[in-house]
Nanobody, 125 residues
Framework: QVHLVESGGGLVQPGDSLRLSCVASGFNFENYVIGWFRQAPGKEREGVICIGSRGERYSAPSVKGRFSTSRDNAKSTLVLQIDRLKPDDTAVYYC???????????????????WGQGTQVTVSS
């Protein structure tokens, strides 16, 4: 059974940095594309950044330069590093998996095979 468990969210101030983790189990992690999505109150879920099985990365224009991601296949873990946080980054952050053939669609929620339960990030002074 596939499990994706996010952690690391919380209340932070504008300009802070935050590191989210996603620990996976129940599937062959190294063969999948892993991505981060977020959903702000009243808005649709949006893809922010993803990483392929060979380390290929795609990110949304709105987060380039501030969001980065890395994966540790040995630990089945995905990390999202967020720098210079803004109030607009407030959202529930989800990790998701895609089969490798959907690498070019990894910011599109329609191609997600499985979701984590999410972790709340609130950016406020």
């Amino acid at each position: 059974q596939v499990h994706l468990v996010e952690s690391g969210g919380g209340l932070v101030q504008p300009g802070d940095s935050l590191r989210l983790s996603c620990v996976a189990s129940g599937f062959n992690f190294e063969n999948y594309v892993i991505g981060w999505f977020r959903q702000a109150p009243g808005k649709e879920r949006e893809g922010v950044i993803c990483i392929g099985s060979r380390g290929e990365r795609y990110s949304a224009p709105s987060v380039k330069g501030r969001f980065s991601t890395s994966r540790d296949n040995a630990k089945s873990t995905l990390v999202l590093q967020i720098d210079r946080l803004k109030p607009d980054d407030t959202a529930v952050y989800y990790c998701a998996i895609f089969p490798q053939q959907f690498l070019n669609q990894c910011l599109n929620s329609n191609y997600v095979q499985h979701w984590g339960q999410g972790t709340q990030v609130t950016v406020s002074s």
